[in-house]
């Protein structure tokens, strides 16, 4: 079983990029996966939609109960699920992040982005304890560059309570295109990031999926 939930408590980071990068990433090596819109806005499921050719499924699901139901309906059948959810606290974020198996939480390059990463990996340990299991988690330092907050940014996350991938993703136009493309990025710098996230996740056992019963 494989729920993956992206979430981060601050609005902006990457979250929806992401997870089109991991959504496209899982078409590509054609691992069976669910996408789950947890968000009001619908970017996700927007793109999902109009952008992608063809149409990548993506369940809306906003609402608490609606979205517990839809990831254990599609983890049941054997597929890793991608949970997007809101850039705010909110019930149905809490919920996905209790349920996960792995959350990720990208952070950005920006004064209070730590302190928040640090509010979300604080929320993440609180549920697991409710739950009396540990949950999993990863910060994913998003739109890094060569600058001295990118590398006060990468120095702190290195101090969370949630470790860093060791894979990062640079401040690249190629990630806004995939909003509108719908396709990942051809072979370079952005491409070769996106295939080291997905192998650092792949080799934490991220998308394992049970096999054929
Ligand atoms: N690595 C990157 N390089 C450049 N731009 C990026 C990168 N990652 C994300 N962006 C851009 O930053 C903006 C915010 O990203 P995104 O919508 O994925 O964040 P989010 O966490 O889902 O936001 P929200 O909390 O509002 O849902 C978007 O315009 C996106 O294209
Ligand atoms: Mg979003």
Redesign the pocket.
Known sequence: MSIITIA?SK????????TMILALMLTERKVPFALIDA?P?L?LSDWARDKCEPEIPCIIATKEDAMVDAAFAQDAKGLVVLI?T??FDNPTTRGAITIASHVLV?VGVGASDIMQAEATARNIALFGKQQRRPIDAKALL??QTRTRASQFVFDEAHKLSISPLSAT?????A??EI?LTGVLPGPGAAKEEIDAVYDELAGLGWFKIEEDE
Do not use: C, E, H, L
């Not at 609005?11 to 992401?18: I, L, N, Q, R």
């Not at 993703?169 to 136009?173: C, K, M």
């Open positions: 981060s609005g902006g980071p990457g979250k929806t990029t992401v968000d806005t970017a997007d809101a850039g990208p998003n739109k993703f640079g401040q690249r136009i990630y806004p909003s």
